[in-house]
């Protein structure tokens, strides 16, 4: 696995871990909190029933955080061993 695989995999599981894998803890921390209120926002909204569609934003942001952290890896300049 690559460096920026890793970072995907990371971020998926948990929005902002391949950042801060990547060196970017700031970013990731970032990423971890504006994950985080969405999704309380997203949970307060569906308070009438609709509980799955959290479950889809939390995934939707994962996602999204994994795409990222894929994209900062990728653009690092690759060190010659």
């Known amino acids: 696995m690559t460096r920026s695989h890793i970072a995907f995999v990371l971020s998926f599981v948990l929005p902002?871990?391949?950042?801060?894998?990547?060196?970017?803890?700031?970013w990731a921390l970032l990423n971890f909190a504006v994950a985080v209120v969405i999704t309380v926002l997203a949970w307060y909204s569906?308070?009438?029933?609709?509980?799955?569609?959290?479950?889809?934003?939390?995934?939707a942001?994962?996602?999204?955080?994994?795409?990222?952290?894929?994209?900062?890896?990728e653009d690092e300049p690759r060190k010659k061993e």
């Not at 902002?16 to 700031?26: I, S, V």
């Not at 569906?46 to 799955?52: F, I, K, P, Q, R």
């Open 61 to 73: 942001l994962a996602a999204g955080s994994a795409g990222l952290a894929h994209a900062q890896t």
């Open 16 to 26: 902002g871990a391949g950042l801060c894998y990547a060196g970017h803890c700031g």
């Open 46 to 59: 569906t308070l009438t029933g609709a509980h799955d569609s959290v479950l889809y934003v939390w995934l």
